[in-house]
Nanobody, 123 residues
Framework: VQLQASGGGLVQPGGSLRLSCAAP????????WGWFRQAPGKEREFVAA????????DYADSVKGRFTISRDNAKSTVFLQMNSLIPDDSAIYFC?????????????????WGQGTLVTVSS
């Protein structure tokens, strides 16, 4: 199974980006979805996750109020809308699929991972 993350790029502080993750080989609606990120020299960290229904998103404290995770089951795609970006948001962002019914911030619970998309926030 290959997840396809896209939408990264270079953006100025205060700007916005929308990441997408498609899962053409997966029964999308049977998975919860998460976004993680990893900056150079740092551990991978949880960013956001959404349940199968899309009704119960969870966010890292560092992105609450700025990022929004959503999913479109008809298009088998999960999104991460990132607003008010700051330099500390610069990282490679990964999408991941979790077969459980809830959401978790634990990366080891996620079964499938995308290849990552690079986000750079800089003036």
């Amino acid at each position: 199974v290959q997840l396809q993350a896209s939408g990264g790029g270079l953006v100025q502080p205060g700007g916005s980006l929308r990441l997408s993750c498609a899962a053409p080989g997966l029964t999308f609606r049977y998975y919860a979805w998460g976004w993680f990120r990893q900056a150079p020299g740092k551990e991978r960290e949880f960013v956001a996750a959404v349940t199968r229904s899309g009704n119960y998103p969870d966010y890292a404290d560092s992105v609450k109020g700025r990022f929004t995770i959503s999913r479109d089951n008809a298009k088998s795609t999960v999104f991460l809308q990132m607003n008010s970006l700051i330099p500390d948001d610069s990282a490679i962002y990964f999408c991941a699929a979790d077969p459980s019914t809830g959401v978790t911030q634990r990366s080891e619970e996620y079964r499938y991972w995308g290849q990552g998309t690079l986000v750079t926030v800089s003036s």
